[in-house]
Each structure stands twice: as C-alpha cells, then as structure tokens.
C-alpha cells in the first residue's frame, strides 16, 4: 500500500515537472530504485508461494488417498478374516454332519470356548432349523436379549450359500460398536443350521485413530487429517471421538461423505476439496474418502478430512515473511527517499493545495513559493491565475444571478398578466407559489427542487392564456360545455411550455396539478405515486387559495374550515404527506389565507349574489 501511495505521488509530481528535467529524473530514479528492489522480491516470493502451495496440496492428496486406501483395506481384511471364520465353523459343522445339533449339548461349551480363544468375538451362535438355538456370549458386554435380537435380524435374510453381514451398529447395553456376520450350514440343498457370530468394531476405532490423543477438533486445528468410517445412510459407524460414532449421527453435512455415497463402490478414492463451518467460519477442507466392501451388499465408507489452511500452513508462514520482508525494504526505500526529496515536494504540495482551494470556491489564499528558481517562477504565476479566476468567476456569478431574477421577474409578469385577466384571481400564482415552498420546505425536500416547485407553481395555469375569456371571466357556474373547455388549459399550457428546453423541469406541476390520488382527476388519470411530488404539492396549494379566496359565486372560508376541508379529501384528490406537511406549515405561521375582496355593489351590479362556500366547492377546486 505504501508502495502505490509513493508511486502515485511520484507520477503525480512528474507530470507537474515534465519540463524540469533535473527533478524529473531524481523522482524517476527513485521510483526505479522502489521498482527494482522491491518488485522482484515480491514477485518471486508470491510465485514460489504459490508453487509450494500446489505442491504442498499435492502431496496432502496423495498422502490422503494413500491413508484412506490403507484403512480400508485394513478394515476389509479385518472383515474378511472374521467373514472366513464364520464360513469356516459352518463347513466344520456340515463336514461333521449338521444334523446332531438337538442331541449334541455340548455346544455351548465348545462355542464359549471359542469366544474365550478370540477377545473380538462378542457372541458366537449355532442356530439350527430344527431344535435349540446355542449360544455363548460375553455377558459383561451384551445381554442375551440383545444377542437373540441381532440373530433374528440377521436370520430373515439368509438364504443357500450366503453370507450375511449386517451393518455396524452400537450394542445398546455397552458403548461398544459391534458387527452381526452369518452363513448357513447345509445338509445336501437345505440348511439346517447357520452360525452367527457378533464381532467387535473396535479393532476398527483403533484403525482409524492417529497414534497422538488429541482429539477431532484438535487435529483439524494441528492440520492434521481426521479419519472415520461411515455406514451406506452415512452414519458414522467409527470415529476419533467415539461420542461421535455411538450417536450414531449422520455426516452428510460432509460434501465428502455425500460425494461417497453417490459414487459408492464405482471409486476408490478421490480428493475433493469442500467448505466447511466450523465456529461460525467457513474453512476449506481438504477430503479423501475409499470403499470397504465387507461384501456385495455391505460397504462401508473410509473418510479422510483435513483443514487446507492448517495444512498449509507453512505455505502462509512463507507468504507472510516475503511480505514482512518486502515492507521492510519498501519502508526502508521510503523513508531515505523522503527525507531527500521533501524539500522539492513541499513547493509542490503548496500548488497542490491551492488548485484544491481553487476547486473549492476559495479564491481569499494566495500560495506562497519563495527562491528564484523555476518553482518559485511557477508560484508567482499561479498567484496571478488565481486573480484572473477570481474576476471571472465573480463575474460569472454575478451574471447567472441577474439572469436568475430576470427569468424569475418574467414568470412572475406572466403569472401576473394571467391572473389579471379575471379581476377574482389576483395574485393567485402568487399565491400558490408561497404557499407551495411553504409546504416543500415542511416536507424536507432539496433547495433545487424548492426553487423548480416555485416557478411551477407561479405557472401552473398558464395555460388559461388560451382559453376564451367568455369562459375564464364567467362570474357564475360554468356549465358542463364551459367545464370541458376550462379542463384544457393544463394541456395548453404544456403545450406552450415544453417548446422550451428550460422549462422542462417546471412541467409536471403545469400539466399535472389537477391529478387525483384516486384516479379521478385530469388530464391523464394518474394515480398516487405515479403523479409527481411537484404536482401533488401545487394542486394542495391552488385548491386552499380557491378556497380561502372571495369569489362571485363563494365566499372566502375561513383557515380551519379550509383546512378540515383539505384532510376530507386525504386518500381520494390528495396525497397525505402534502396535507400533512401544508397544515404544519400553517401551524408555523408560514401560510396565511390571501382572501381578495369583492365589492360586494359590484358583485350584485353584475347580477352575481354572493353565496356561502357550498357544494359548488369542488367545482371552484376542479378549475382553480
């Protein structure tokens, strides 16, 4: 990281003296320096890093595959030699006749003296076809209950010539893992008997140990593999910690042990690496698995897993000191570069923090670059920029000011001009305009979309200007022809407006400031969100003001009837957040009623008697 920042910096400070040829070429040599000590070190460092890494995994592979192979064939020789035990006392009895099993009672003898011989045998059985079953069994280690159980399980499965061996399963009365192996004594075609032998699975825990006592945990951590067994449903059957095995918990959370279970018998080992969680971080494990095959129908699952980071270890170690020795070296180069080149850095950050000021809008500092050099030349004449900026942007600003108010003067005219067609309306845009930024201020929104509400709202019915005065100045109730036609200005008004690229942003309140909430409103039809907030904001402000204004066919109502009036049509014509946000501007004084008062002889004169604010109401909300 401070290699970039420094080689940032340096091509920063070359381009600013590409025409000082004598500093060019010290920063040049510098970063040269940085480049050529530190880039090459780092280089070979990630490289043989990663070349080790490949191969360190390589031989974990390999190392794995070849565990994993070397107990599952130690697993299945252990099964086979019991397997041909079995095989083996069942020929002896066919040889010897296996038709004396109900007269012969010195079976049991015989069979616990066997059991004695083996430490391995937990319960050795004949079972005739006819007649008692003998057995003989370690008594401090199954019940007998236990010991009928397993042979009547495996009994419903033996058929002529086969031999049965059941999976591994816990003897309930011990914490010990135990395999059911059985195979039939023939007499000619039939069977007449078939010897059962329960034989212990703990030759297969110690295969499956490591030759240290450190648990699971401790040799994942140790980066050392972890080797256990699994059963056809993927229940471990054999494990490091045995509290693992006699839960008899399923690993399939394992990709490893799925993987095995798909492919089962097909593959002899694989290497695969997978994630893994463990404490709530997600690790990536390294896994081996191979089949044992106890028979056709019996296979078991040899699997080796292996955390890759504690496994390589001494890959990271080797990452970790090309790094530390690369930031030394880079600190070191650092350091002796700065102290030489500061003095010729500082003229230059003084420039860098004038332009920054500059960006900024400062324009009060002057840079202050002393010596006769070609820097302090550089100083002098950026001082003498700034100046010439300074004027220009004042006069920029001065000149954007003026065309601001001149274009806002204009809008008002218009409005005013508008308005003073129809002496009821005086200073209504006006009006709604203040009324307007009143309520954008309470609701929060940006100054920019302030500003574009007020000139909207001071245009909002510009398009009166091409309705026909009979209509506009009509002192009675329009009627639904004069309705019809009162409904377009918004349309005319867009109309006029949108040929002017700068007005584009005023439109939606012009165009949209009859829109209902509900739907119901003109001239689109638009429903709530899909009217803009400008819009929404100028139809709450014009709807008060026609309200609150002394008509010839209304009187003026006063600001808490108006207001009621206003949270009726909440949900249906206005949106609730403008409501809301124009009542709060009430409550803070920033809005008061601007009733305009008729002479009432002259309203009379004209034939037009006052009326107290009724149902025409919506009307006189519907052209405002």
Not at 381 to 404: C, K, P, W
Not at 413 to 421: H, V
Not at 433 to 449: I, K, Y
Request: a neutral charge.
């Amino acid at each position: 990281m401070w290699l970039h920042a420094f080689l940032y910096l340096v091509r920063d400070r070359v381009h600013v003296f590409k025409s000082f040829n004598r500093i060019r070429i010290i920063y040049v040599m510098l970063a040269v320096l940085l480049l050529v000590g530190l880039l090459p070190l780092t280089i070979a460092g990630v490289l043989l890093s990663r070349r080790s890494a490949v191969e360190l995994r390589a031989t974990e592979g390999r190392y794995q595959a070849q565990l994993v192979r070397d107990k599952a064939r130690q697993i299945e020789l252990y099964g086979q030699r019991y397997r041909d035990v079995v095989i083996g006392l069942a020929r002896a009895f066919e040889i010897t006749g296996g038709n004396r099993f109900e007269t012969d009672l010195g079976y049991d003898t015989r069979l616990q003296r066997t059991l004695q011989d083996d430490p391995n045998l937990i319960a050795l059985a004949i079972c005739p076809v006819k007649g008692e079953v003998h057995r003989a069994f370690q008594a401090d280690v199954i019940k007998r209950e236990e010991v009928d159980q397993r042979i009547s399980e495996v009994l419903a499965k033996m058929n002529a010539r086969g031999v049965i061996i059941g999976r591994p399963q816990i003897i309930r009365s011990g914490q010990e893992m135990a395999l059911t192996i059985a195979a039939p004594v023939m007499n000619g075609e039939e069977i007449s008997a078939a010897v059962v032998a329960i034989v212990s699975f703990q030759e297969v825990f110690k295969a499956v140990q490591q030759a240290s006592s450190s648990s699971a945990r401790d040799l994942l951590d140790q980066g050392l593999p972890v080797v256990f067994v699994v059963d056809q449903n993927g229940r471990a059957v054999a494990h490091p910690d045995a509290a693992v095995a006699f839960s008899e918990r399923p690993m399939t959370d394992l990709k490893v042990v799925q993987d095995w279970l798909e492919t089962g018998a097909k593959v002899q080992s694989a290497l695969e690496p997978f994630p893994l969680d463990r404490d709530g971080k997600v690790r990536t494990m390294l896994g081996s698995y191979a089949t044992v095959e106890l028979d056709r129908n019996s296979l078991l699952g040899v699997i080796a897993i292996q955390d890759e980071a504690a496994a390589l270890a001494s890959v990271q170690d080797m990452r970790s000191q090309t790094m530390v020795v690369s930031l030394f070296a880079a600190a070191l180069a650092l350091i002796f570069g700065f102290y030489f080149a500061q003095k010729l850095t500082r003229p230059v950050s003084e420039l860098a923090a004038g332009a920054q000021r500059i960006a900024a809008g400062d324009f009060s500092q002057r840079i202050k670059v002393l010596g006769r050099t070609e820097l302090g030349e550089l100083g002098a004449s950026f001082n003498r920029m700034t100046d010439q900026i300074e004027r220009y942007v004042g006069d920029l600003q001065r000149s954007a000011q003026e065309n601001h108010e001149m274009f806002l003067g204009t809008v008002k005219a218009l409005a005013a001009a508008i308005d003073g067609k129809d002496p009821y309306t005086r200073g209504h845009s006006e009006r709604v305009s203040r009324f307007s930024v009143a309520t954008a201020q309470a609701l929060g929104l940006p100054d920019e979309e302030i500003e574009q509400i007020r000139i909207s709202a001071l245009l909002h019915d510009v398009g009166k200007i091409g309705i026909d005065d009979r209509v506009l100045k009509k002192p009675s109730a329009l009627t639904d022809e004069e309705f019809e036609i009162m409904k377009t200005h918004p349309q005319k008004g867009f109309k006029i407006m949108s040929q002017i690229s700068a007005m584009k942003d005023f439109l939606p309140g012009m165009y949209m400031h009859h829109e209902m909430i509900n739907g119901q409103g003109y001239p689109q039809g638009l429903k709530g969100e899909q009217i803009p907030m400008q819009a929404r904001i100028v139809s709450v402000a014009d709807t008060f003001d026609a309200m609150t204004t002394e008509r010839p066919y209304q009187r003026a109502m006063e600001l808490e009837a108006a207001l009621t009036r206003l949270k009726s049509f909440i949900g249906t014509r206005y949106d609730a957040r403008v409501v809301a946000a124009f009542i709060a501007a009430c409550e803070a004084g920033k809005i008061r009623p601007g009733v305009t008062r008729v002479n009432r002889k002259q309203s009379e004169f004209r034939g037009i008697p006052p009326v107290p604010f009724s149902s025409t109401t919506d009307s006189v909300i519907a052209i405002s």
